[in-house]
């Protein structure tokens, strides 16, 4: 998977699908459990740009992994996992860690520029990680110190987030008491 193309797959989607829509649409949501789709949008920058201080950090290659991660005997199998289990295929209600929570307020319909700027550093980022040995270099997941993954599995782990809340917010939009 070209993850690059992908990220601006689901910019392009982003766009096409939700930037005519008025604040009201944005925030709207099915139930109070439920996010709208301004929350699905803001979840992904929030939790995307956790990532970035460790990004910096290995692109200016400063990155050090914690002791007890580069001796915990579980760095390899996490990635696969949570690629799996984050990704659009997935059935799996997850709980949201509280480090990637979205506003509970309404959110400004500013809210697709922003996701659109995001990705262009998203996807910066990307390219700059590209030039490195993304399989050997594992990383601590922003959400949990004790979990940790290659560099190549937290890219993955991130497009395939992507692409889940991306359909949640086609869902809302799809929602038949959706405000037209």
């Not at 390899?76 to 289990?85: A, D, L």
Request: proline content about 6%.
């Amino acid at each position: 998977m070209d993850l690059i193309a992908s990220l601006n797959s689901t910019t392009q989607q982003v766009t096409q699908s939700f930037s005519s829509l008025s604040n009201e649409q944005l925030n709207w949501k099915p139930d109070l459990s439920k996010w709208s789709i301004a929350q699905c949008l803001d979840h992904l920058i929030v939790s995307n740009t956790s990532y970035f201080p460790t990004f910096e950090k290995l692109i200016s290659k400063t990155y050090q992994l914690p002791l007890a991660q580069k001796l915990n005997p579980f760095n390899k199998m996490f990635g696969p996992i949570m690629v799996k289990y984050l990704g659009p295929q997935s059935k799996q209600k997850l709980k949201n860690p509280k480090i990637f929570t979205p506003s509970t307020s309404s959110l400004s319909n500013s809210i697709i520029e922003d996701f659109s700027k995001h990705q262009e550093i998203l996807i910066n980022y990307f390219r700059q990680l590209n030039l490195l040995n993304k399989d050997k270099l594992v990383i601590t997941s922003p959400a949990s110190s004790f979990v940790s993954y290659s560099l190549h599995h937290a890219m993955q782990i991130i497009t395939v987030h992507e692409q889940r809340h991306i359909n949640q917010a086609m869902n809302v939009l799809n929602h038949p008491n959706y405000p037209k």
